[in-house]
């Protein structure tokens, strides 16, 4: 596991914040398909800091170069490697992690784990990191268009007290979402969710959010019971995010205060096949695909670097006041928007290939269908 | 994946609900410990149907035989098979399924995925599965509790609208949980469960809740970044357990409402060593453990099958009328209780397999220590 | 990896040969296709000793039963459990090994290895650990042959110093093969091999042998380079299986002694599509298949347990003259042909999985193909 | 699979022979460890084409960046991606291919599995791509020699016809090796081995070889049965290196002529330990590592591209001449010997990390010891 999400479709990433670079490696990608960087720079641009006054100031080029398994701008199946370099390093700015473990950062953990803390910023738990899925997300997400019409889409659906109606899961696009500083697609909601952003950063302080995912066209059945279920893989991917706390599919919690007659999801006959008529399920049942969307909410903590001084304890033991200076966002939640898409989409994608090759191999060897 | 869950202590379930049996094999135990039947049959026996109102009278005895890996009471390192055979299965109860997919259930997806459907039950999409998972954790719950003192206690703490107080995580026993009929420590809020159940069960009804969970002296520095977190496998491993629909960690989704000042858990000093002062993180930053309890919640949907009409289609689209005469729990959370803690014991302790070797082997090769 | 071999079509074998029973759990077997004890059965006697002169008299009867993953005879899609109970087991013939460690046995190892060591036998080093692999290959055997046509048929091509002229792999069958009371299909030469054999025997002594294996039918394209290549899969299959010591693909270590002029397979279109016009490579070019018959050579060392007392060591370090009263095989290449051809088809059929969804899903992406 | 080797100590390649570049992750390296491109330069420079007549005339400098994992010369505990950029591609010596597939390379199954052929050269089945093995297992050596004193040494033992005497696996080092120019440390036999190498070459032809390597100071206790023995492993990483046709531990196929009474290895106590007095079984026993030096020996086929021309066919199936005039080594087996040792350190490392995470937690636990 460790630093490599997926079976059939597989991505190894790589990197720290402040080292040379940062990257994946994809296995498992089909061969033959138009494929160059700028399938890719799009979502990476997506997850950059912009300039608004919502995200961090620190710039962030990040030009993605393949460094293989593409000829002519043809997949050739074989690893597809991305690098992203590192560049305006400020390992400085983190000086002060020295003093003492930062509250509700990873480096008391990290320390205990690995006998040994890099000076230089959080290295893998550094929201830079999220950099190697983004990059490989996006070719996930360019397979699953091509091969099934599969759109994923992603916005932030909460921030701190403000919470968006639900949005229209069949039309929402990327696009509509990106209009958004805050990307969420209600305008209204948007208003607010800026104004408590910059209440927070006023304060220098942060807030937490929800990001909530769609993904349309989804065949029905993928997910391999019962540990491969589409839901726990999701969750897998999600909760591997930084500054991920909690994963609902569907109704999620909600569903636990309800009763069966009103959640369950009646079927219904249109278009000459099954469909729920509704979606409670969140697009999956018994862990596999029921050829709804599949949807689910992501919760983000607040950002825990912030500028206000807070009274914690130095390595030593000793009483400390950790004042942060480094650069960081008042609300993870909007640039995590892209990583989530990611994720989903490199689950999705292996998946995919499981049930294809079940198909595939069942089919020859003249499978009998129906009730038995 | 599938059917097998870690990668270090590995799990892999096999068995449906009609079947000849139910079990697991365990590869990855450790060699020379006590190990008989008496430590599985425990917790199978916690996950089996009682006498009492509030689960399905379906009597299952289920007497766990091991089948290998162990010699005169001591395991030899090999592989741990383990069976529950299967009695008192009536298909025919679950016959009505023929006419059509039961709402909310797996059997339209299991169909469309597999091209077939056993007309005998829910076969691997049934609760009856879990007796695998429930095995098997009861031997990792073993090895932790011997290796590193490590307790997990899982509760039902909220049933549909009725919520139980924070319990004390430090203190609370499985005995303690068990003396409630659905297994929720507070007493008052026990009898408001009860009573929700009994009046969902009156309506042919069923309901839904939530099972928290606590892990008692996990060392820091377990979780392998970055797709292998604490956070990541234990969401993993909840979300593949039947009718879950949300996992969160700590704060969970309340730290999405949150700001940093207040979410921010800060060190303190305390027996020599950091300690945090509050545990919002749910014992795990970064995705690795910190240290503390690491506590969790998990939602559970009410039971799709319920004994009140159902208006629905059939397989061949027509509209029918779905009225289940099966044997069902009204709510499931409380047999699950032993399931989330079997879960949540597999997954630490492959993890903690992997923090081991890390440490052993960085020793071996004389590693240097602190801040670089 | 331990006890679990493939990553699409799972194979995970458990048992000690004497305990309660041997098995093997299958994981991504497709659905829909009809299988029961009789698919299995038959390899299994073939791997069960015999009553002629060459094979242990030890009497197992080995009747496998399907725990779980068929209904009606039809595989669900489920993982599919194997079990074949013990009986007759006499532990104490092998007490003697208490004294001290087998030479050439893995009873040293394996204390070193797990810190203990059973009194009753090899365990899971013990050649009837096969049995879980068999029944399981007899299962891939079938998908194979149901969808591919594949037809995997090994035989004894060498003892001691006798060598069986090349066969025709061409026309082969296991029933050719077994009409030899050593399954060796030429007459001249089985009837050698079994006079060597049965000098070994009279003298309580054992002798070596090579097993050839012939898959034929295996479609161009299978292997996953660079590190699930075929050669290194069946490589790996092949030194897993106890008592080996060597592998060889196609001409194998003989190329190593010959010229690439005098090596190279030129091509010829043969009926519409290029075929090798020899097949010095066995099957396989860069770790792909090529579509031709996929054929190797396995080496397995002499039984070590012998009649004949051996000077050696006890546990104490002490000298100790070992005499074993053991049941034992004087030559165990003999039982191990359905050995052989169960790994080779539970490889075959992993990589046959991995392949099938890269076409599917490169044709749903709308793979360009040719020369780029 | 595909990319990545190993499960605990995990290498996954990337990189074709005409793309941007070649390189390799490492997911599992121990933190805390002195490493920088030094300690994995001279291992690739052993790989990289020389000045003598021996090895082909490309100019491969090869210099390898360390992107990740590292900080001030210190290994994090994070993946370590390791790159080393193409330079000098001439894809045109290679456009021959357009015309045919060459006979005995993988050009002709790679298209029928990938559906596509990259003009430029080989890709994946280049010799060039084994530059990301030799970089990890540069880094894999470091571990063993720095935590176990573990010495691998590989050499040419046979070339053509010419076969070296058994050279003393006890004293063999990696300088001695290098005197000679086909790595023969055997000086008559090297001298003979140059002269069959000249000999092929003037005949515009190439020659087989085969290479030895003694792995010293491996504990007793590596390798995991069933499917992970060290035996397995071992093949599995020989089988994978392109142009190999056999792998054999020990005795290896000699083993199979020989009876039980000749084979075995007697146990002696030397040193307060027990000691095998011989060593045929080549350092394992029943998959485990015995404590004694693990042998093997690979065979290489002699290098498909001649200069001679070689009747064959074409993509259309017409007859054909093929003429290379790439440049290519007469012999593959010396510039092999890197690429063996590393992937026995890959192999062994793996096997290392999951006997130190068993003896913890069973050290922990508490395990007994001794005869059950």
Known sequence: MSSTFGEHFRVT?????????????????????ELDEADIQGQLDRRRPGTGPLVTTRSESDRVEILSGTENGITLGSPIALLVRNADAKPADYAAAAGGPRPSHADFPYREKYGLLSAGGGGRSSARETLGRVAAGAVAGKVLRLAWGIEIVAWVSSIENVDAPGSDMDTLTRE?????????????????????????????????????????????????????????????????????????????????????????????????RLRAATNRAGGSLGGVSSGETVWFRVAFKPTPTIGRPQETAGWDGGPMTLESRGRHDPCVAIRAVPVVEAMAAIALLDLAFAQESRLAVAGRAGRRHGLI
């Open 13 to 33: 990433t790589f990197g720290e914040s402040h080292g040379a670079g940062i990257g994946a490696v994809i296995d498992g990608c089909p061969p033959g398909m």
């Open 176 to 272: 509509l979402v990106d209009r958004s500083p805050c990307r969420c697609p209600d305008p209204a909601a948007s208003a607010l969710m800026v104004a408590a952003i910059e209440a927070a950063k006023a304060d220098k302080d942060s807030v937490g959010g929800i990001v909530s995912c769609a993904c349309r066209c989804v065949p029905a059945g993928w997910g391999e019971p019962v540990f491969g279920k589409l839901d726990a893989l999701l969750a897998h991917a999600m909760l591997s995010i930084p500054a991920v706390r909690g994963f609902e599919l569907g109704s999620g919690f909600a569903a636990s205060r309800m009763r069966g007659s009103a959640h369950n999801d009646a079927f219904v006959a249109q278009d000459g």
